[in-house]
């Protein structure tokens, strides 16, 4: 019997080798390798230096022929509403025909949820097929019950072989196609078990194709790692047209839906929802719920203006300095950037005067929201300044900039959009860069531009 063949395939970039090795020449990172087992040629095909002919060419369909780029129709794709307008903004628009987009998150951040309330909703005027491998369907069913969900005309399937939902898909023809999840399915051809690297690549490959052959809309739900990473090889992101990561924990009731990969739209597209007895409900005004302060107010709180997608949004920074007892202070950061935290530090000590060595310095972004623009640097280090100095910050005071090393205010995109919104939810003032400030301030917000860090302190 011959002996089957192997390779070692790295879980990150996706790089083949032929023999084990302890890290990855591509990507240089260490014990990513996985043996995947490769399947056995079929008789008489044609690869690598095989299928020249014997004019020196390469056999293949020759029917094919090349298009002038000006040639190429620019009508508009049809799109398909997710009935869920905070899911089509993070989507660009709406579900594209033949598109596959990739859904991932952490246990119970609401994956399943989110798509069987598109399914159910889309199913009373579409042809939808649920496909669960992780579920029974009297499960399935349970929760749609209980989340009070429109059931007639959804189309259940408790599967995990590929080969048996391809053949159910060609029958049926749905318009939209869910998967829940990828890393559950498997494909029989392969000797390996489900959520290997061979699986799921191969899997994904193959309802891919299916979606691009036959203008299905392909939903797959992804299990993320414990650093949040997809789980998985490297190259299912590189397959599917649109990566979505669902964020947020158990102890939040809001859920934000980002846009990691979108051929479709822009990257970084931000939807919010709120997890409710009924489901996931949509947030249209997330300034609003991110806002919801007390009264009193405290010192090291900020309200800043931050750029998600395609429109602002208003959060609030939250300082906590507190003098440390360790030799080593500490610098926690949740929903910024911990090493840019230090950075900024650094900075205000050069530049602003404020020793921080000797403190602990804490800082959240209220409300879940993960900050990854460089525009929250002015607001993080004035609150970082009030709460140095126990001095509590105007309530109707707003703040926006990117801060250099040599302690400059530099501007950062879609200024005056930031500001206007700013002064729709009531706010006087504002604290920007000069790049951004407007010729004419909108009635009731005073702007005060500044350009260097001692101008900002001076302001407050």
């Given at each position: 019997m011959a002996k089957a063949k192997s390779a070692f395939v790295c879980t990150e970039c996706g790089a083949e080798y032929r023999k084990w090795q302890g890290q990855c020449s591509s990507?240089?990172?260490?014990?990513?390798?996985?043996?995947?087992?490769?399947?056995?040629?079929?008789?008489g095909a044609a690869t690598g230096a095989a299928s020249k002919t014997a004019r020196g060419g390469y056999a293949g369909d020759l029917s094919r022929e090349v298009v002038d780029?000006?040639?190429?129709?620019?009508?508009?794709v049809p799109r398909l509403s997710s009935t869920f307008a905070e899911f089509d903004r993070v989507l660009g628009g709406g579900l594209v025909p033949g598109s596959a987009v990739l859904l991932g998150g952490n246990p119970g951040a609401g994956k399943s949820t989110l798509l069987l309330q598109?399914?159910?909703?889309?199913?009373?005027?579409?042809?939808?097929i649920y496909v669960t491998g992780e579920e029974s369907l009297s499960q399935v069913a349970m929760r749609a019950h209980r989340l009070q969900l429109p059931v007639q005309g959804l189309k259940m399937l408790a599967e995990t072989s590929i080969e048996t939902i391809l053949a159910v898909a060609e029958r049926e023809r749905p318009d939209i196609l869910i998967i829940d999840s990828i890393q559950t399915m498997h494909l029989e051809d392969i000797a390996s078990a489900p959520g290997g690297v061979a699986q799921v690549r191969e899997s994904a490959a193959a309802l891919t194709r299916f979606a691009k052959q036959s203008n299905t809309v392909l939903l797959l739900v992804g299990h993320v790692t414990k650093d949040g990473t997809l789980a998985g090889p490297k190259v299912?992101?590189?397959?599917?047209?649109?990566?979505?990561?669902?964020?947020?924990?158990?102890?939040?009731?809001?859920?934000?839906?980002?846009g990691q990969k979108n051929r479709f739209g822009a990257v970084n597209e931000l939807g919010v929802f709120a997890m409710l007895e009924h489901g996931l409900k949509e947030v249209k005004n997330p300034s609003a719920i991110f806002l919801s302060r007390n009264e009193e107010q405290s010192p090291g709180s900020l309200v800043?203006?931050?750029?998600?997608?395609t429109r602002p949004i208003l959060v609030e920074v939250q300082a906590l300095l507190d003098e440390s007892a360790l030799g080593n202070p500490r610098r926690v950061a949740v929903g910024l950037?911990?090493?840019?935290?230090?950075?900024?530090?650094?900075?205000?000590?050069?530049?602003g005067g404020l020793f921080t060595g000797d403190q602990d310095v804490f800082l959240n972004v209220v409300g879940g929201v993960k900050v990854l623009e460089t525009s929250a640097d002015l607001a993080v280090l004035l609150a970082v300044v009030s709460s140095l100095q126990n001095r509590p910050l105007p309530r109707e005071l707003v703040v926006f900039g990117e801060v250099?090393?040599?302690?400059?205010?530099?501007?950062?995109?879609?200024?005056?959009?930031?500001?206007?919104?700013?002064?729709?939810?009531?706010?006087?003032?504002?604290?920007?860069?000069?790049?951004?400030?407007?010729?004419?301030?909108?009635?009731?917000?005073?702007v005060i531009a500044v350009d260097k860090l001692a101008e900002a302190l001076d302001a407050l």
């Open positions: 990507c240089q990172e260490w014990n990513t390798l996985s043996e995947v087992r490769l399947s056995e040629a079929r008789p780029l000006g040639s190429v129709d620019l009508s508009e598109t399914a159910c909703k889309l199913a009373q005027s579409r042809q939808v299912l992101e590189h397959m599917i047209d649109a990566s979505l990561l669902l964020e947020g924990g158990a102890d939040s009731r809001f859920r934000t839906l980002r800043m203006v931050v750029w998600e997608g950037d911990q090493n840019r935290l230090a950075m900024l530090l650094a900075v205000l000590h050069r530049h250099g090393l040599s302690g400059e205010i530099r501007p950062v995109p879609s200024g005056q959009e930031r500001i206007v919104e700013a002064t729709k939810h009531g706010f006087k003032r504002a604290i920007v860069p000069r790049g951004n400030a407007p010729k004419r301030s909108p009635e009731g917000m005073e």
